[in-house]
């Protein structure tokens, strides 16, 4: 199936676009993947395996962040509509709601000077300092800094590292017996960019805060394999179950189904990006270190994307336009796949 985006994928690889990618395509009880290309191309050239750990970078917040976020709101440890300050007295600004820093609508403004020269406990103290300004509520501005600050959020309910969280609420229950955020050989994984600060990145979180905050961030850190995020995104488009038991309520999937951004130019759900397909949402998010999920919940339907395509050298601007093309050939090709599986001719 999705033999165009199939091609596509050939293509940007042959073309050393992209080192290499690992891919799955769901469709009901269908699953196909496959790998294209190397894992890696300097100092040497290394060969994809089955279990390669890709760094999920923005994908943790979905995978992880915004699915323990879920599980508060289902035991009413939290509201939606309540500010964050409420539960979390060490961030000042007394009017950011949850749904907004879930939203990217808290206005916000993330930036922080000499944000890579500070320590950790400064880092986090900077961040706790930010505050809203007038566009809190009407501009969605994807930052970050509201799943750092939901990450915090999480330790103060749970007491512990939000790593350590994510394991225990997310990882281990799905049994994403593969995935890591430490402690595993770094030549499992994928390698990122080769800075001058850090050389070739192998092992270690990409993004910089993430690098900083280490086991107490929730906006990026997941080490994850294809298998895993497969397991992740059965549970989702499965309304909730795994292994046919209740992970979360399928009222929580309903709820992603919505746009809670309907006055501002783009839709986008708790936590999760919204791609308006065929009179309803499909669920979509990347990451900046070259990965993606596309989740259909009516249809059980999913595009799982996990590349290294700021390996050796992140060229931003130029994945942007394939990345946005791939999408969109496998939106336009999904429609001829949808009808195929409801045909009874």
């Known amino acids: 199936m999705y033999q165009q985006t199939k091609a596509f994928m050939q293509k940007i690889v042959n073309e050393e676009q992209i080192p290499g990618i690992t891919f799955a395509f769901i469709e009901g009880d269908s699953l196909e993947k496959n790998q294209i290309g190397v894992k890696q191309t300097y100092p040497n050239i290394e ?5 390669t750990l890709y760094d999920m970078a923005s994908l943790t917040k979905m995978i992880c962040t915004n699915t323990v976020i879920l599980k508060l709101l289902e035991t009413k440890t939290i509201e939606i509509e309540q500010p ?34 500070l320590e ?5 103290a900077a961040i706790l300092r930010l505050t809203s300004d007038e566009s809190r509520g009407k501009v969605v501005k994807y930052t970050d ?12 309910v749970y007491g512990k590292s939000v790593q350590e969280v994510f394991m225990e609420e997310v990882l281990i229950p799905l049994d994403m017996t593969q995935s890591r955020f430490k402690n595993f050989p770094k030549e499992k994984a994928a390698p990122t960019e080769k800075r001058s600060d850090r050389g070739l990145v192998q092992g270690d979180v ?16 997941l080490f994850s394999t294809l298998d895993d995020t497969i ?3 059965k549970m989702m488009l499965s309304r909730g179950k795994h292994n046919q038991k209740t992970f979360l309520k399928s009222e929580s999937i309903d709820l992603l189904l919505n746009n809670y951004t309907e006055n501002c130019e783009r839709p986008r759900s708790l936590g999760w990006d919204l791609i308006p397909y065929e009179e309803r949402f499909l669920l979509y998010h990347t990451g900046y270190t070259g990965t993606f999920i596309i989740l ?28 946005d093309e791939l999408v969109a050939i496998y939106l336009a090709e999904k429609i001829n796949v949808n009808l195929g599986r409801d045909c009874t001719c």
């Open 47 to 51: 060969p994809l395996e089955k279990e």
């Open 84 to 117: 964050l300050n409420v539960y979390l007295p060490d961030f000042l600004d007394e009017k950011v709601t949850i749904k907004e820093l879930l939203t990217h609508t808290s206005g916000i403004n993330p930036f922080i000077p000499n944000r890579n020269e």
């Open 120 to 124: 950790k406990e400064e880092l986090r």
């Open 145 to 156: 800094t509201g799943t750092i600050l939901l990450g915090f959020l999480i330790e103060k």
């Open 206 to 221: 990409h993004d910089p805060k993430a690098f900083v905050l280490g086991e107490n961030c929730g906006s990026a850190g």
């Open 231 to 233: 397991a992740f995104s």
């Open 296 to 323: 259909d919940i009516q249809t059980q339907g999913a595009f799982i994307f996990l590349s290294n395509r700021v390996h050796p050298i992140d060229k931003r601007e130029e994945y942007l336009a394939i990345r």
